[in-house]
């Protein structure tokens, strides 16, 4: 079985292709549009979901290879083998990467399990040996990890952007970044919310830096 590289991949504005018609391609096109590609999904047929799918094309059609022009994804769901293997090949033709639904020996990526929450996404995957564990381990983790984390990381994301800008020095920059994301912020945020943790962070910050910084 092939060994995998982690990696998260930015496709904000890129188009990408999927090929199928079906819920499972219907899905794919929704995390695509969550993640601010241009989606063009092909198909001659559309389930009702995709019908109705706004902010993307529809091509209803069989597939072509010139519907691959510019793309820099493809993912294919379709229920015929021998399409889904013409997706394969004339992705790896062109150095598109192709994911092939269930089908890991038809990809040159797949697709993990996740959460999301806010900007904080956890993936897991088993390498494509079992996606059942990989949805468990998911499901394990949502329970761990609710909605606080996500306002967590914005509130995180808005004191380093202004730290950058106020404080030169990088390592005090660092020591307070590591006691924000170290302190409990998130049991302040759960109990009392996001404008007293914003306080306590001030907070610190005053700590490590009394006066002009």
């Avoid at 994301?181 to 302040?188: K, N, P, S, T, Y």
């Amino acid at each position: 079985m092939a060994k995998y590289y982690p990696i998260f991949l930015n496709i904000q504005d890129k188009k990408c292709v999927v090929v199928g018609g079906g819920n499972v391609a219907w899905r794919k096109v929704c995390s695509l549009k969550e993640a601010g590609a241009k989606v063009t999904v092909v198909s001659p047929d559309f389930c009702p979901e995709l019908e109705r799918e706004t902010g993307v094309e529809r091509i209803q059609q069989k597939y072509t290879t010139d519907i691959l022009k510019g793309a820099a994804l493809v993912v294919a769901s379709t229920d015929d083998g021998a399409v889904n293997k013409k997706v394969y090949s004339d992705a790896m033709e062109r150095g598109i990467l192709v994911n092939v639904v269930d089908k890991p020996d038809l990809c040159s990526f797949i697709v993990p399990a996740s959460i999301q929450r806010g900007d904080l996404c956890i993936s897991i995957s088993t390498g494509g040996a079992s996606p059942a564990l990989a949805r468990n381990i998911r499901e394990y983790l949502e329970g761990q990890f609710g909605a606080e984390y996500g306002e967590f990381t914005h509130l995180l994301s808005e004191v380093r952007q202004k730290m950058l800008l106020e404080i030169k020095d990088e390592a005090i920059r660092r020591d307070i970044l590591q006691r924000i994301a170290g302190f409990d912020i998130l049991e302040i945020i759960k109990r009392k919310g996001v404008s007293e943790a914003k306080r306590k962070i001030l907070e610190i910050v005053s700590e490590k830096i009394p006066g002009d910084k």
